[in-house]
DNA sequence: AGGTAGGGAGAACGTTCTTTCTACTTTGAG
DNA sequence: CTCAAAGTAGAAAGAACGTTCTCCCTACCT
């Protein structure tokens, strides 16, 4: 696609994600991205088009790293522990700030708003695809420990960028292993 | 207290609580609660003051229910239950919109923030008063437990008003259970 | 050669935001 | 009775918001 569009979403998205989104203007975006008003307007609808587009790329980037991880793992217990080691390793980040659909949310409490339904899509995706790769480990059914991994995913989104991401990770990592441990006794 | 302090404060409550920090105006406020300009801006240094008056209110509400639960326990693993109960419960409530705190900073990312400060304040004694009380079931070290309750609590409170509250409290509960099972063995 | 899409520059719109101000009224305690 | 605190009412300041607009330039495609 276009450089000033590129420019224009990696800026929006790094703001967006950093600061809030209603906390950042149109016009901070603009300057920082090095972008004029027109041809923002001309690449998207609005600012909250701008915030959908941002929304769409962190769906896009989560479900690539799902599934490289899965794919990479020898078998089905080690795929889950995959999933749970890329959020335990993103938690880390210099930068991070949370979940950025968990974070939206909070700034859209509207259900009926595109924002808030992009991350209603985006979570249904997340939990089927838990709950799936949770299901091949085991005969049980999955449904409650699909819910739980996510409980777990979500709490520790939340919490590493509030204490320590270090001993975070490790909890939740050790979480997850309770699960597995729960499901191929 | 003054009686339009009271409404102020409990109107400004309902409006941030149900719509967000941001997305609500002073305007709006001072329009639902039935007070004037001059009245708020006497008894509230801003807007700001009015969010932080708004968390700490959030604050006591939550110790007091905590406190109430440990009080009405029988035993220690009981009052562990109870409060993960008192969670449960108030999942369910209508028009619940996720946990005051972790919605707060999503809107206030600066850690440097009064309002991002008192989140941080309000944690580390929730933090605390689980470790606390988990370390009075079983002899081993409660640190890591604690830091798993909490983050199951922040994951329910996250997932409860995104998904049916009904099998996110099930499943928080039975996760719980599963941390005092393995204290007590 | 000419048309079209993409981008730059900036003025301007109307709205909303938080805050401050003046002026008048009510109320309760000393 | 009086004074001060607390309330009502409304104007207004000044900034920031998202959006729309016009005008001009460049690059590419046919």
Redesign the pocket.
Known sequence: ?????N?LLGTASRLFYGEGL?????????AEA?????????????????VLAYLAEADRATRQNVDAGVAAATNDADAVRAVARGIAGHIQIEGFRGCAFLNAVAEYADPAHPVHRAVQAHRQWFLDTVTDLLARVGNAPAELDGRHFVMLRDGAMAAGCLADPGPIGDTFCEAVEGILRARTS
């Open positions: 696609m276009s450089d000033a569009r420019r209603h906390s950042v203007g149109v016009d901070r975006i603009l090095k972008v004029t008003r027109a041809t923002m307007y001309r690449h998207f609808a609005g600012k909250e088009d701008l």
